[in-house]
């Protein structure tokens, strides 16, 4: 299977792929978030069909598949051994040839033209492994942005480049900071950093509204979102857990001819799909979802409480966002 590099990305580090049919996605393994996964999918084994949709944390990540290294599969080796080991050598001669990925769901997989946000949560963005240097400098960042005041704060956004000017925006004009890439807006990091309770406001609303759906749809996105963060709120009242520096990755379809191929029927929660008719293609009928991402900093806390700054972001986004 070869991997390209991730079509609609929010934000994070280089490293990030998808597969060539862009149902999969791929970034380098850290051993923290493989043990948040695994953990997971072995709590998955053990609940029965009534649960709640919403009710567990993984309705509310994406699906995962393991783990991957570069390397010529065992088909190719059989067929045609000399051509194989060629590519072993090159493969092995590359910088990273020991590097392992995370293979999960490709999340954007099944949108035809994705708007992507991508929100860290929490106040406190260090864990008990960060060196000295680190924990100053994440202090920092937390106390000089949202992070540290609505313990939220925007990571990126790609967004359709709508060419509307919104006319209820105060202050400058946001798209001014967005760099142009194709029909896409994209927002950085700084971009984020830079936002103040006011203006992330403001952002908020250029996201969920400074596209061409119209006010119908967009209520449908918004209001699917609220009820997502509701249930997610919840969801998380029954973990004793730690998520450093996970991130909302929120995402919804702006082309208007899915809309109506799917009848303007969004799916609150995807079920899980216990691999069904493998032989049929399968495609997400999703035009928005919301999850959580980036577990390289979250463990499980048995003992000690629900991860109150967690619990505050998600409150204060909920609050934003119903005023929009
Ligand atoms: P990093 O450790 O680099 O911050 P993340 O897990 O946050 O890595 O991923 C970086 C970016 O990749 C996110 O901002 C998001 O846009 C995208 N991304 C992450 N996970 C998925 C996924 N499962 N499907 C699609 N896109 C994803
Ligand atoms: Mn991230």
Known sequence: MSFIPLEHKAAGHEGAMQSVDGSLFIKPVSKQELEFYTTMQAQMQNVDDEIELGSKLFHWVPIFYGTMS???SEELREKNPEVSKELQDSLDSQPDSGQQYLVLENLVYGFKNPSVIDIKLGNVLYDENATEDKVERMKKVSSSTTSGSLHYRICGMRIVDSGKSLTNFE?????K?????????VFDKNFGKGLTPNSVKDALLLFFRGNNLSPKRQEIVLENTIRRLQLLYNCLLDYEIRMVSASLLMIYENDEGRWEELDNQDILINEIEIDEDSSEEYLPRALSLLRLIDFAHTKYTPGKGNDESILTGVKNLLGVIQTL
């Not at 202050?171 to 798209?175: E, I, N, S, V």
């Open 70 to 72: 570069p390397g010529v």
């Open 177 to 185: 900071a967005a760099r142009k890439d194709h029909n896409h807006l």
């Open 171 to 175: 202050g400058p004009d946001m798209k």
